[in-house]
């Protein structure tokens, strides 16, 4: 099993920016998939997962509105759409999974079996 994330950066406060999770090395669909953040300092926290067989989506009520989980199927990969960026979301982002038949998030959001090395965005005020 391999999470891959890219497109980590330098973004503005205000901005848009995309993350994305390349999966490989399992069978997604018996899969659950969850972004993750950790700014320094400061404890790991959910940010949202998704099922990706139907894509159940859930997303952490201080995030949600702002930021938005999707997969794609043709290209094995889930995204992170963050909007509205600001200097508090300086983190770096992970995503991990964990093999499930029905959406465990948010009860089971931090339970996941394999976590990606993460992807350093940076909220410049």
């Known amino acids: 099993v391999q999470l891959v994330e890219s497109g980590g950066g330098l973004v503005q406060t205000g901005g848009s920016h995309r993350l994305s999770c390349a999966l490989s090395g399992f069978f997604f669909d018996d899969y659950e998939i969850g972004w993750y953040r950790q700014a320094p300092g400061k404890e790991r926290e959910g940010v949202a997962c998704i099922l990706w067989k139907d894509s159940t989506k859930y997303h952490v009520g201080s995030m949600k509105g702002r930021f938005a989980i999707s997969n794609d199927s043709a290209k094995n990969t889930v995204y992170l759409k963050m909007n509205d960026l600001k200097p508090e979301d300086t983190a770096v982002y992970y995503c991990?999974?964990?093999?499930?038949?029905?959406?465990?998030?948010?009860?089971?959001?931090?339970?996941?079996?394999?976590w990606g090395k993460g992807t350093l965005v940076t909220v410049s005020s």
């Open positions: 991990a999974t964990a093999p499930r038949w029905v959406s465990a998030c948010p009860s089971a959001l931090y339970d996941m079996d394999y």
